[in-house]
């Protein structure tokens, strides 16, 4: 039985990937990967150009290569599988195995990419044996790190502790065989040491409850990822209470105490507790800032902005989605477009907010051009206008 | 008449669930909707707060449609669901603050009857809690409270006791007979008939999604010559004992 749950869920998943993968994969996004990694590319093998032979150079490869060799371990198990699949836990080997296989695919393409970065890095005062040592070691650790953190979820090790642990050996091991082609043999017995101490450790029986909880806690991260860039249904709403915004939260009084602005109240509150979203949100202003000052040149730095402040409105969307759903707006003695109304007064300011940051970003790195900055907030305002306007035509089409 | 019902029929998709229901409820009444599970209560409720369209037949509250006016409509209604529905981001305060909002009651006015029935259900030290991090009990009194501050003229109640501690039922009901007393109506969906025969003026039993009796206890005895029968019995006795899988 567990061996042909394993097709069916496997198809779910790459059902799921494809479909996010389309809204994220679009054609505006499309331009701009072709236009930043363009970009990105050309000014890395201008700054190569100019480059000696450095430790430096060779711990940023390390490290470059290091944060994409500790892929997930995704066992698609369900809740219901800790109860329904008891009786077949002797006959779960093959299910797990290909579990692994397909875990281990997932993670491959940023391998792969971070080692292609890491290879013109080591160009650089490397040659070809030294360069294929390091790319036979990182091949190594992201087989053996696979296992090591797939083994420690059936232990009671921090998965974290864990996680911080193998990426340090990682930078090691990969840091010291590019100085010397001996040291080979010092890493591999640190991965086996690792290996030994979580085998060692591990509990006789499967962990049905960690492996179910892990499952959902990378699922959730998958969503959550998506949710950078589309709207994800699925995702698992968590808030923080965040006391000390309480303050600054702003409260309808008075005459504005009432239906019209009950929903602003609401959404400044979803926005703020939300666990990720404002996280988020600094993210991405912060990694499209970075890019803007890194390239510094100006057609990419308005196109970053633009597409930055996109991103970000996308993001703002999920608030309203969030909102519009729930039982109690079909319930209370309040017409729904207020909903909507209020999704666009809290929105626009929270935007508008976001494109100043952008236009300040902007004035900065291009200051003789500073005037050009005005676009950011007419952008912003202008696909806020759209997106709401799609959000409620879903809605719409979803109520009917 | 706060509820009027006239020959509902209706249910989640074009199968209908429940079929010619009919049912009224007067001014300072308390209704019990009783039926096994799936005999059509929380379908007939849906239809009541406008969740579903009805496929025929027409529903009144306070002498509107939800059609004719929805506002008006639902201000009449306050609804407590059978499982807990709340704001994961939103304290306890801010969710009176929003009910009130909702309702139109003015914020210092919300505040005191907010206190009051805070109070009576023990409530009021976590006023600027989450509430999601309740327990099962004391989220079903948050929810409580909400519809209780809203003071509407008929409460919708599902699986009232469902969860709650006897401290909280027991306040339950003094607040339900309360509301009565003031000439609010409440209509209770349960299957709990001990409760129920305690508590209510009358019952409106569903079994199949079919209206089969509605009355007080007295006139069910009567009807079915059954004197000194309990709620439990004179169920027994209308629905022939077989339950329902309506939905």
Known sequence: ?400 | MVLKIEHLTGGYSKTPVIHDVSLDIKKGEIVGLIGLNGAGKSTTIKHILGLLRPHSGEIRVAGTTISEDAENYRKRLAYIPETPVLYEELTLKEHILMTAMAYGIEEEDALERAGELLGIFRLDSKINMFPTHFSKGMKQKVMLVCAFLARPDLYIIDEPFLGLDPLGIDSLIDLMVRERDAGRSILMSTHILATAEKYCDRFAIIDSGRMVADGTLEELRISLDMAAASLDEVYLKITGGTSADAR
């Open chain 1, 1 to 400: 039985m567990p061996d042909n749950l394993f097709r069916p869920r496997v198809n779910e998943d790459i059902r799921r990937r494809s479909y996010y993968g389309k809204f994220i994969f679009n054609s505006h996004f499309l331009i701009f990967l072709t236009i930043a990694g363009g970009v990105f590319i050309y000014s890395l093998l201008g700054i190569l150009q100019t480059l000696e032979p450095s430790v430096w150079l060779d711990l940023i490869a390390s490290a470059v290569v290091a944060l994409f060799l500790l892929p997930g371990y995704r066992s698609l198990l369900k809740p219901a599988d800790g109860i329904f699949l008891l009786p077949y836990e002797t006959h779960m080997g093959t299910y797990l195995k290909n579990a692994g296989r397909y875990s281990l695919m997932l993670g491959i393409s940023k391998a792969v990419t971070a080692a292609v970065i890491a290879l013109l890095l080591l160009t650089v005062g490397h040659g070809a044996i030294g360069i294929m040592l390091f790319l036979l070691l990182a091949l190594i650790h992201y087989t053996v790190n696979f296992h090591v953190r797939k083994r420690v979820i059936n232990t009671g090790i921090s998965i974290s502790l864990m996680t911080v642990i193998l990426f340090v050996m990682d930078v090691l091991s990969l840091i010291l065989v590019l100085q010397h082609p001996v040291w080979l043999i010092l890493s591999l017995v640190f991965l086996l040491a690792a290996d030994r101490y979580v085998k060692g450790r591990e509990h006789p029986a499967f962990d049905w409850n960690a492996y179910i909880e892990h499952e959902e806690v990378q699922l959730n991260r998958y969503y959550r990822n998506v949710s950078m860039f589309t709207n994800v249904n699925h995702i698992d709403k968590q808030f923080k209470r965040r006391k000390y915004l309480d303050p600054l939260l702003w409260k309808p009084a008075g005459m504005s105490f009432g239906k019209e602005k009950m929903y602003e109240f609401l959404f400044y509150r979803t926005f703020a507790r939300d666990h990720d979203l404002p996280m988020i949100i600094l993210r991405l202003i912060i990694l499209f800032g970075i890019v803007m000052v890194w390239m510094g040149n100006l057609y990419v730095s308005i196109v970053t902005g633009l597409f930055g402040i996109y991103v970000i409105v996308l993001q703002m969307s999920q608030i309203y989605s969030a909102q519009a759903y729930l039982l109690w707006p079909k319930v209370w003695p309040v017409d729904r477009s207020f909903i909507q109304k209020s999704y666009v007064t809290f929105s626009h300011k929270a935007v508008f907010a976001v494109t100043l940051v952008f236009g300040i970003i902007f004035a900065i790195v291009h200051p003789g051009f500073a005037y050009i900055a005005f676009v950011f907030p007419l952008w912003g305002y202008l696909t806020n206008r759209v997106f709401s306007r799609a959000v409620y035509k879903k809605e719409q089409e979803l109520s009917d």
